[in-house]
């Protein structure tokens, strides 16, 4: 499973239940892609409530966008809080998530079992 990069209580075990259904359950693609969407939104209200307010203001079909935006800004900024000082781990996590915005852009596609990704890839495509 991948861990979840915001500490503390609820919203993580939450992810952490997320990831493990979504990984071990055979169920539609369009649970799937609900629960993506329901986890960035869990994010976003945890740990960036005022853009989580913000984005109750906007029209519905930019909302889910606009919310997987600040899930990749919540993923990035906490990117050196979860690592805890250790350098190399965090330059191996923005690493990763620049690989990750290249393969969007490029071929549309986002690694499995990121929820932020997936939906950060539909908003691209959409948007």
Not at 28 to 48: M, N, P, W, Y
Not at 78 to 83: F, K
């Amino acid at each position: 499973l991948m861990r979840p990069s915001v500490a503390g209580g609820r919203l993580e075990m939450a992810a952490v239940r997320r990831q493990a259904l979504r990984l071990w359950s055979s169920r539609a693609g369009g649970t799937a892609v609900a629960e993506d969407h329901q986890h960035c939104a869990d994010l976003v209200r945890g740990s960036d409530y005022d853009y989580h307010l913000m984005s109750l203001l906007l029209p519905a079909q930019s909302r889910k966008a606009f919310i997987a935006v600040r899930g990749f800004n919540v993923e990035t900024a906490t990117v050196m809080d979860s690592v805890r000082g250790k350098v190399l781990p965090g330059k191996v996590r923005f690493q990763w998530w620049r690989q990750v915005v290249d393969d969007i852009y490029t071929s549309g596609t986002a690694p499995r079992g990121s929820p932020v990704a997936a939906c950060l890839a539909e908003a691209v495509q959409t948007h």
